[in-house]
């Protein structure tokens, strides 16, 4: 079933207005799902504007729905132990910021690509693991990996470059630190206060 089709389908029922048309929209595609109709795994779709998700709910709203948000994306708060939600998200045109999110587990986002902005992984108490297999470019800002408690393992494998600082600190038990295509790093590296950091894979890093 093609967008047009959903979104007339969506405007005879009355609900194609600004506020109504995601839930409607994620009611009408889990209704196809269960009824054997082929719809696309992630539909393409941006949005525009910042999103901020505080709770599990915001997380629900835009899941599997959008494939660019051109905007920043934080994330932070009680109750989101998981990203899956985000399984569908490739770019990202300004920061990414995951701060303060207790009970996040393990950040994958396996389709994203792009970051325009920073990254920052912040004072995540739950946080054990990152995994960005996709991520090759983040255009601007820092990447900053600070005071995760209970993170032991970064998986970059294709960032290429850090326009500015990378700053990997205070999380004390970080294992394996992977940037196998990392080349250039403008404003330098600082990996300090890891104490058990014991990989550190920085094989392409030239400057």
Same mark, same amino acid.
Do not use: Y
């Given at each position: 079933?093609?967008?047009?089709?959903?979104?007339?389908? !969506?405007?005879?029922?009355?609900?194609?207005?600004?506020?109504?048309?995601?839930?409607?929209?994620?009611?009408? !595609?889990?209704?196809?799902?269960?009824?054997?109709?082929?719809?696309?795994?992630?539909?393409?779709?941006?949005?525009?504007? *910042?999103?901020?998700?505080?709770?599990?709910?915001?997380?629900?709203?835009?899941?599997?729905?959008?494939?660019?948000?051109?905007?920043?994306?934080?994330?932070?708060? *009680?109750?989101?132990?998981?990203? @899956?939600?985000?399984?569908?998200?490739?770019?990202?045109?300004?920061?990414?910021?995951?701060? @303060?999110?207790?009970?996040?587990?393990?950040?994958?986002?396996?389709? !994203?690509?792009?970051?325009?902005?920073?990254?920052?992984?912040?004072? @995540?108490?739950?946080?054990?693991?990152? *995994? !960005?297999?996709?991520?090759?470019?983040?255009?601007?800002?820092?990447?900053?990996?600070?005071? %995760?408690?209970?993170?032991?393992?970064?998986?970059?494998?294709?960032?290429?470059?850090?326009?500015?600082?990378?700053?990997?600190?205070? @999380?004390?038990?970080?294992? %394996?630190?992977?940037?196998?295509?990392?080349?250039?790093?403008?404003?330098?590296?600082?990996?300090?206060? %890891?104490?058990?950091?014991?990989?550190?894979?920085?094989?392409?890093?030239?400057?």
């Amino acid at each position: 079933m093609s967008a047009k089709v959903m979104t007339t389908a !969506l405007c005879t029922l009355g609900l194609c207005r600004p506020r109504r048309m995601l839930p409607a929209l994620m009611f009408l !595609l889990s209704s196809l799902a269960l009824s054997g109709v082929a719809v696309a795994a992630c539909p393409d779709a941006e949005h525009i504007g *910042d999103v901020e998700i505080t709770d599990l709910s915001q997380l629900v709203a835009i899941s599997d729905v959008f494939r660019t948000i051109r905007g920043s994306l934080t994330i932070g708060g *009680d109750g989101i132990a998981d990203l @899956n939600g985000l399984a569908c998200l490739e770019r990202v045109s300004e920061a990414l910021k995951v701060v @303060n999110a207790p009970d996040l587990r393990a950040l994958s986002l396996p389709r !994203l690509s792009f970051i325009g902005g920073g990254l920052s992984l912040v004072d @995540n108490a739950g946080l054990e693991t990152v *995994d !960005l297999p996709s991520l090759s470019t983040l255009e601007e800002g820092d990447l900053t990996v600070r005071g %995760n408690p209970a993170l032991r393992s970064i998986e970059l494998p294709r960032l290429a470059d850090t326009p500015r600082v990378m700053t990997v600190t205070g @999380n004390a038990v970080l294992e %394996n630190l992977e940037l196998s295509a990392l080349s250039t790093a403008t404003w330098g590296i600082a990996v300090e206060d %890891n104490p058990v950091l014991r990989r550190l894979e920085l094989p392409a890093l030239i400057q």
